[in-house]
C-alpha cells in the first residue's frame, strides 16, 4: 500500500485525480479533487465505478469518460515495482480553473491569436515560444528557430542579447525598435519590449512583445512628410526654428547603401525612439541626428547638441544635469541641457569621449528618465529624446573598456550604422561633381572640370576623412584653379594632399596598395556575396576578424551581411 500511495503522490501534483490499481484492476490508492465527487472505496474494482470502455486499461491511451455531467480525460500508465501497478491519471476537461493542462492549452491558443508578436527564452537563452504574429513581423518560422538560441536564430553575438541581459538583472527593457531579421536583404524592424518571468524572487524566463504598428507607422509617416513639405524652406541650409538646419532632403548620394540607410533612419525617427548613431568622422551623423529630429513627431520642439568630447569632464556634468546655487564654488541655479532640451531632442556627439565616471550617472537618467542637478536633491523628469553618436565601434570600445556595455543598452534602443565612402565609390563620384558645382556658385568661378588622371586618382583614394574631407579638397581645388586652365590637373592639389594621394606618378602604386589594404573593393559586385560567405565561414563568423580579412569596418561588413541576407549556418546545441 505504502508504495502505491509513493507512486501516485508523485504523479499528483500534475493531475487532478490519480487511482492507483493491481493488476485485477482493484483500488489500491486515490487522490482525486473532491468536486469529482467519485466514491472510490479501496478494494473494490474500478469496473464498478466507472463505464467500462472496452479497451479503458490500454497502456498510454486516453478515454472520455462522462460521470456526473462532468467529462474526464483518463489516462492509463503502468508502473513497476514490487509488483505491476495500472495508474489512472485523471483530468476533467471541462474546469480550466484546476486542470492545468487544459489551462495552460486555453493560454497558449490565446498567445498565438494575438496581434502582438512574442518571443520567449528559457534560461539558456533558448526560444521556446514564437508566436504566429511574430512570424510575420519578422518573417521567420517558428519551426526553424524554435530550441535555438536566440543569438543563433538572429546572428548577433551573445553578449548582446537583451534577453541574457534581462535574465542576468531582472529589469525590463522597454520600448526598443530594432531589425533582428533581414529578408531579401530588407530589415525587418519591431517595435518590442522585454520583461523578466520571475518565480519565488528567481528569473525563470524572459519574453519580448512586439507591437504590429505598420498601419499606425505608415500614417505617421504621411502625415510628418505633409507637414516637412509645407514648412519646407525655400533657402538651402536656413536654420529652422527648432535649432537644426538639415532635414533628409539635404543629404545627397546616389549609391543604394545611402537610400537604404536614409529609408531606415525615417523609420526610426517616427517611432520617436533612442538611437545611437555609429560612423567615421566625416560620415555626417549630425546631419542623420538632424534629420531624425526633423522627421519625427517631436520636430516643432528644440534639438540640442552637444559634442562630449569638446567639454572638460568637471563642466560636461553640469552642462548636461544642470546645477545648483551653491553646489560648488562659483555654482549659480542652471539649467542642464536635459531639461532646456524639453519635449524635443538632445543630440549627445562623440558620446565615446564621455569618461567612464560621468557614463554611469549618464546611465540612471537614461534608465529612470529623472535628472538632478548637481547639488539639488530634487528630480525633474526627462521628457526628450537622445541620440547619441560615435565614431568608433561601440563593440570595440566595450571590449576595451572604455564605453560601460549598460550604458550601451540605454543609448541604443536602435542604432544606426552609417557606412564610409570609402565603400560607396558611386557617391565619390557624385560628390566629385555636387562639390565642384556648389563651390563653382560660391566663389562665382567658370572653372573646368577634373583631369581623366587626378579624377582616378580620387577615385582611387581611400578617404579616412570621409564626405568632409572631400568637401574640403574640392572647395581647395576651386580656388586654386584659374578659369583659364583647361581641367583641373593634379598640380592644383593642395600640398598636404598631394603627399597622401600620390604615391607614384601615375597613381598605379596608389590603387594597388589600396587594393592590398582593402582587398574587396577589387571583388565584381556579383561576386561580393559568395566572397562575403566564404570569407565568413574561414572566420567561423567571427564579425571582427571577417571584418579585417575584408579590409573593411565592422558596420559595412554587418550592411553587407543583410544586403546579401546572409545567415550564419546553424550549429548543433
Not at 220 to 232: A, G, K, N, P, S
Not at 511 to 528: A, R, T
Request: hydrophobic share 35%; aromatic share 8%.
Amino acid at each position: 500500500m505504502s508504495n502505491a500511495a509513493s507512486i501516485g503522490s508523485l504523479i499528483r501534483s500534475f493531475v487532478e485525480g490519480v487511482i492507483v490499481l493491481n493488476g485485477n484492476c482493484e483500488i489500491l490508492w486515490h487522490d482525486v479533487n473532491e468536486d469529482l465527487q467519485l466514491n472510490l472505496p479501496i478494494g473494490s474494482n474500478i469496473f464498478d465505478l466507472l463505464p467500462n470502455k472496452g479497451e479503458l486499461l490500454v497502456e498510454n491511451d486516453i478515454y472520455q469518460v462522462i460521470v456526473k455531467d462532468k467529462k474526464l480525460a483518463v489516462e492509463v500508465k503502468k508502473f513497476s515495482m514490487d509488483q505491476d501497478y495500472l495508474i489512472l491519471c485523471i483530468e476533467d476537461t471541462t474546469n480550466i480553473t484546476t486542470n492545468q493542462k487544459a489551462r495552460l492549452y486555453c493560454l497558449e491558443k490565446i498567445i498565438e491569436s494575438l496581434n502582438e508578436g512574442v518571443v520567449m527564452s528559457d534560461h539558456d537563452g533558448k526560444i521556446v515560444l514564437y508566436n504566429g504574429t511574430q512570424e510575420k513581423l519578422e518573417g521567420l518560422d517558428s519551426r526553424e528557430i524554435l530550441g535555438k538560441h536566440l543569438w543563433e536564430a538572429y546572428n548577433y553575438n551573445p553578449q548582446y542579447s537583451e534577453h541574457k541581459h534581462t535574465f542576468k538583472t531582472g529589469k525590463p527593457i522597454f520600448s526598443r525598435y530594432r531589425a533582428h531579421s533581414t529578408i531579401n536583404g530588407v530589415p525587418k524592424y519591431v517595435n518590442y519590449s522585454t520583461y523578466p518571468i520571475q518565480k519565488n524572487g528567481e528569473t525563470i524566463a524572459v519574453f519580448s512583445i512586439s507591437t504590429n504598428e505598420s498601419k499606425l507607422k505608415n500614417l505617421l509617416h504621411e502625415t510628418i512628410e505633409l507637414r516637412r513639405q509645407v514648412v519646407q524652406s525655400d533657402s538651402t541650409n536656413r536654420p529652422l526654428k527648432n535649432g537644426t538646419t538639415f532635414s533628409f532632403d539635404d543629404i545627397k548620394g546616389k549609391s543604394i547603401a545611402l537610400k537604404n540607410l536614409i529609408l531606415e533612419a525615417q523609420n526610426i525617427a517616427i517611432h520617436n525612439t533612442d538611437v545611437l548613431i555609429v560612423g567615421e568622422t566625416g560620415t555626417g551623423k549630425e546631419l542623420f541626428a538632424q534629420s531624425i529630429h526633423n522627421h519625427s513627431p517631436r520636430a516643432e520642439n528644440p534639438f540640442v547638441a552637444i559634442n562630449c568630447a569638446a567639454i572638460p569632464e568637471t563642466l560636461l556634468e553640469s552642462t548636461l544635469f544642470g546645477t545648483v546655487k551653491g553646489a560648488f564654488t562659483g555654482a549659480a541655479n542652471q539649467v542642464g541641457l536635459f531639461e532646456y532640451a524639453k519635449n524635443g531632442t538632445l543630440f549627445l556627439d562623440e558620446i565615446n569621449s564621455m569618461p567612464l565616471t560621468l557614463q554611469s550617472k549618464l546611465i540612471r537618467v537614461l534608465q529612470e528618465r529623472l535628472v538632478r542637478r548637481v547639488g539639488s536633491n530634487e528630480v525633474t523628469p526627462v521628457e526628450c529624446t537622445v541620440i547619441s553618436a560615435s565614431n568608433e565601434d561601440p563593440e570595440r570600445l566595450i571590449e576595451e573598456g572604455k564605453m560601460r556595455l549598460d550604458l550601451f543598452y540605454r543609448l541604443a534602443h536602435t542604432s544606426l550604422y552609417i557606412t564610409s565612402l570609402r565603400e560607396r565609390t558611386e557617391d565619390i563620384h557624385f560628390f566629385i561633381h555636387f562639390f565642384l558645382d556648389k563651390y563653382r556658385r560660391k566663389f562665382n568661378k567658370e572653372v573646368p572640370n577634373l583631369s581623366t588622371e587626378l579624377l582616378s586618382i580620387l577615385l582611387q583614394y581611400h578617404w579616412p576623412g570621409n564626405t568632409r574631407e572631400l568637401e574640403h579638397l574640392i572647395e581647395n581645388l576651386i580656388i586654386r584653379a584659374s578659369e583659364n586652365d583647361a581641367a583641373i590637373h593634379v598640380d592644383h592639389l593642395p600640398a598636404f594632399m598631394k603627399k597622401k594621394l600620390l604615391v607614384t606618378k601615375s597613381g598605379k602604386a596608389a590603387k594597388e596598395k589600396e587594393l592590398k589594404k582593402n582587398p574587396f573593393k577589387s571583388i565584381f559586385s556579383n561576386s561580393q556575396e559568395h566572397y562575403i560567405q566564404k570569407t565568413l565561414d574561414e572566420a567561423d563568423w567571427n564579425i571582427s576578424q571577417a571584418a579585417k580579412t575584408l579590409g573593411i569596418t565592422r558596420q559595412s561588413l554587418q550592411y553587407h551581411i543583410k544586403k546579401h541576407g546572409l545567415v550564419k549556418p546553424s550549429s548543433s546545441i
